[in-house]
């Protein structure tokens, strides 16, 4: 059974819209690239040039340990998207994956879980970690 969460208004605290966790990952692989990039070529232009090999040897090296980093994160993410759970959203009637009890459809940032007894209450991501999620469950009992 899915369910819809209330959004509320803790989304706009840092003035952006919530992602869903396989896009977030994917998007900070995806800045990872572009960082292995912009070291190896600064490596290229401030060092190459200098004829300073041994600062030219390593931007190269620190870009390629980036390069090499954001393969092993989409590889993750990969793996992690082939075991995430397939649910159709109720907003856009599209198919989204999800990842933990809470997350956010990827096409229209719905607010999605599969726990019923969160249905209705307002998105928070610490719904996905055991000792945080206990203790807003805690927290929306007292009140």
């Not at 070291?39 to 340990?65: E, H, I, P």
Request: charge should be positive; proline fraction near 3%; include cysteine.
């Amino acid at each position: 059974m899915l369910a819809v969460i209330n959004l509320g208004d803790d989304h706009l605290k840092f003035g952006k819209k919530p992602t869903s966790k396989i896009n977030r990952i994917r998007t900070w692989a995806l800045g990872l690239i572009f960082i292995a990039m912009i070291v190896m070529y600064l490596g290229v232009v401030l060092f190459y040039f200098t004829k300073s090999q041994l600062l030219f040897s390593l931007f190269l090296l620190l870009g390629t340990l980036a390069f090499i980093l954001s393969f092993i994160v989409y590889f993750w993410i990969g793996m992690l998207s082939t075991r995430a759970v397939t649910v159709l959203c109720p907003n856009c009637n599209q198919y989204t994956k999800m990842l933990g009890r809470a997350d956010i459809c990827a096409r229209c940032n719905e607010p999605l879980t599969l726990d019923p007894s969160l249905a209705g209450k307002a998105f928070d991501e610490d719904y996905n970690n055991k000792r945080k999620s206990q203790k807003l469950e805690q927290d929306s009992k007292l009140k």
